[in-house]
C-alpha cells in the first residue's frame, strides 16, 4: 500500500464506534476518523476518504438525522469513487440489496463477526483498486504502443512516398 487510508465509521451506537475504529486502529496504513450521524461525516466528504464504513440506522441520538441509505446516495452523487461498506443490524436480503444498488461495496450484518468482515471488506477494496489500478496502466500502455505504431507507419509511408516522387515515380521499393 503505498499511502494510509483514510476511513470514515459512521455509527449512531458510541459503542459500536468505539469497538471497530479500535478494531481498525491497529492496521498502520488506516487513518480512521469517527462521526455520530451521517450529516457530520457529509460534512467533512471534502478530506477525500478512501472508504466509508456507513451504519444503516442513523437516529438512535438524533431522530432528525438522515438514514444510512439516503447519507450513501449523497455520497455517491457527490463522489462516486469513495467505496462504502454498508453496517446493519438488519439480516434482510431486502435492505443488503438495496444498499448494493445506490452503489454500497458491501453490505456486513452487525453481529459476533461483523469487524472482521468489514476489515475483510477493506482488504477486498484495496484488492480491488489495485486491480483496477493495473488494469488502466494496462490500457494506457496498450494505447502509448498503438500511437507509436500509427506513428511510424505514417513516417514510413511519407518516406516511401518521398522516395517516389524523387524517383519519378516509377519505382517503389519497400
Known amino acids: 500500500m503505498d499511502k494510509d487510508l483514510l476511513i ?11 469497538m471497530l475504529e479500535d478494531h481498525l486502529s491497529k492496521f498502520k496504513h488506516f487513518k480512521i476518523k469517527t462521526f455520530a450521524t451521517g450529516e457530520e461525516c ?7 476518504p478512501d472508504i466509508i464504513v456507513l451504519d444503516f440506522n442513523l437516529d438512535s441520538v438524533d431522530r432528525n438525522a438522515r438514514e444510512g441509505l439516503d447519507i450513501l446516495k449523497e455520497i455517491k452523487e457527490i463522489n462516486d469513487d469513495i467505496d462504502v461498506v454498508m453496517l446493519s443490524g438488519q439480516d434482510k436480503m431486502e435492505v443488503a440489496v438495496n444498499t448494493m444498488k445506490y452503489g454500497a461495496f458491501d453490505y456486513v450484518v452487525k453481529n459476533e463477526s461483523a469487524f472482521v468482515r468489514v ?9 480491488k483498486n489495485h486491480v483496477e489500478g493495473e488494469a488502466n496502466r494496462y490500457k494506457k500502455m496498450m494505447y502509448a504502443f498503438a500511437l507509436l505504431f500509427v506513428a511510424s ?10 522516395g517516389w516522387m524523387k524517383g519519378g515515380g516509377t519505382d517503389v521499393v519497400l
Open 8 to 18: 470514515f465509521i459512521v455509527d449512531d451506537d458510541p459503542m459500536q464506534l468505539m
Open 42 to 48: 457529509l460534512a467533512k466528504i471534502n478530506e477525500k
Open 119 to 127: 476489515e475483510n471488506a477493506i482488504y477486498n477494496i484495496i484488492k
Open 153 to 162: 507507419t505514417i513516417i514510413v509511408i511519407f518516406a516511401v512516398y518521398l
